[in-house]
């Protein structure tokens, strides 16, 4: 089967899987109802694309599940002018979201065929400004940093240290942290008298591979 109207499939994804679920930021909403998701999928996965869940890139990778991609960027705060580091690029779905929402994106990719056919969707969806880099995203970019926002879409055994100094005074890093198997969304801010961590949702996210990794 194909599916001949994206658009529609998009329009119900924000419906029923995100502003039903409690997503209230009408940004997100609007730039996920615009960014094409099944240019992001494997050509195998594509009738999926506006499916309730993860969908499988090579490598036993996944594109993250819409609900978890509004969840981030909401909690990110990604806006215009905001420079946003993006952890784990995968298809470059999550990246394309918050350039979207208009912020200056960098994303870092440790599998280089990844970042490749990523850079490809990236630049055919209309994202080419996305600037994607190849390497252990654990270590963060210093070369770039500070960050206004950092997005970590794999799953850290502990708070990633190094990216919490890359923020900015006031910057937030949202990342999973746990176990293998299961794991809740933490929304750190960073504040002069410390991390300030909040718990959002359980999830379930592939292992953050790296030095600060598993
Ligand atoms: N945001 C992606 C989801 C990708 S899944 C999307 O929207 O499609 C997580 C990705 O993180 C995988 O591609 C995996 O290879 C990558 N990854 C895991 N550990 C990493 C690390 N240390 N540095 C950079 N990328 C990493």
């Known amino acids: 089967m194909s599916a001949p109207q994206p658009e529609r499939e998009r329009a119900a994804m924000v419906e029923r899987q995100l502003r039903r679920r409690g997503i209230r930021d009408e940004r997100v909403l609007a730039a996920m109802a615009r960014v094409p998701r099944e240019l992001f999928a494997?050509?195998?996965?594509?009738?999926?694309?506006?499916?309730?869940?993860?969908?499988?890139?090579p490598h036993g990778q996944t594109i993250s599940q819409p609900y978890m991609v509004a969840r981030?960027?909401?909690?990110?705060?990604?806006?215009?002018?905001?420079?946003?580091?993006?952890?784990?690029?995968?298809?470059?779905y999550q990246a394309a979201v918050l350039a979207e929402l208009g912020a200056e994106v960098v994303t870092i990719e440790r599998i280089p065929e990844l970042a490749e056919q990523a850079r490809a969707n990236l630049t055919a969806a209309g994202y080419g400004r996305v600037e994607v880099v190849i390497g252990d995203?654990?270590?963060?970019?210093?070369?770039?940093?500070?960050?206004?926002?950092?997005?970590?879409?794999?799953?850290?055994?502990?708070?990633p240290q190094t990216l919490y100094e890359q923020l900015r005074p006031g910057g937030?890093?949202?990342?999973?942290?746990?176990?293998?198997?299961?794991?809740?969304?933490?929304?750190?801010?960073?504040?002069?008298?410390?991390?300030?961590v909040a718990r959002s949702v359980p999830c379930r996210f592939?292992?953050?591979?790296?030095?600060?990794?598993?």
């Open 137 to 159: 995203g654990t270590l963060g970019l210093p070369d770039r940093a500070p960050f206004d926002a950092i997005a970590v879409a794999a799953a850290a055994p502990v708070l």
């Open 206 to 214: 592939v292992p953050l591979v790296g030095e600060g990794g598993f």
């Open 72 to 92: 981030i960027c909401e909690a990110l705060g990604a806006r215009p002018g905001r420079l946003v580091l993006d952890v784990g690029t995968g298809s470059g």
């Open 42 to 57: 494997p050509a195998e996965q594509r009738t999926a694309a506006y499916s309730d869940n993860a969908l499988p890139l």
């Open 172 to 196: 937030r890093l949202v990342v999973p942290v746990g176990g293998r198997a299961g794991q809740e969304l933490q929304v750190v801010e960073k504040r002069e008298d410390g991390a300030q």
